[in-house]
């Protein structure tokens, strides 16, 4: 059985983990009332999520373009190959998508990114309220339609692995 290479693997499990993390810290932060300290050091921190998941999506994409990704097992429906490429296509596409559309809406409400509280990410464009509104939005449609990825990934890898029996999801497994 052919395996996706070691760097490959810590970069998919991190990404999962990360993407996971902001998103549970998103619905967190955006729940407390207020303009309190903790809420102020959660979006911090979920702005750093972003900035990272950002970076490692293009690592993983020039990674994957470089390596090329074990076949699908011999016995695979074309309709389901074909249903996982398109969707694996979709998460790398949401991967950078739900960031950058993050950075976009944090600069049209008027507020810097600052990597880590040292690195200031440059200013692409002037605060705007009515481009705020639609970048709220647009930054919340897409994380939730990356949610529903991850789940029906998560689902496909499950179905697999317990009834396909097929060892596709043993190719990303540590």
């Known amino acids: 059985m052919q395996r996706y290479t ?7 499990w991190l990404l ?10 998103g619905l967190v932060m955006t729940d407390i009332p207020g ?3 903790s809420k102020l050091r959660f979006y911090s921190w979920h702005k750093w999520l972003g900035v990272t998941i ?4 293009a690592a993983r994409l020039l990674w994957r373009l470089a390596h090329k990704p074990p076949a699908y097992p011999a016995g695979m429906p074309r ?3 074909n249903a996982a490429s398109a969707l694996h296509g979709l998460l790398y596409a949401l991967l950078f998508a739900v960031p950058v559309s993050g950075y976009f809406y944090t600069l049209a409400a008027g507020v810097p990114v600052v990597y880590l509280g040292l690195f200031e990410l440059p200013v692409l464009i ?13 930054h919340y449609w897409l994380t939730m339609t990356l949610a529903a990825c ?7 890898a499950l179905k697999h692995q317990f009834i396909d029996r097929d060892g596709v999801l043993k190719r990303m497994l540590p």
């Open 6 to 12: 070691l760097t490959a693997i810590v970069l998919h």
């Open 150 to 156: 991850v789940g029906a990934h998560l689902a496909a």
């Open 79 to 81: 309709w389901q190959q």
């Open 54 to 57: 950002l970076a490692l999506a």
């Open 126 to 138: 002037a605060p705007d309220p009515d481009l705020k509104a639609v970048l709220k939005q647009v």
């Open 35 to 37: 303009f309190t300290p």
């Open 16 to 25: 999962a983990l990360l993407v996971v993390a902001a998103f549970t810290l």
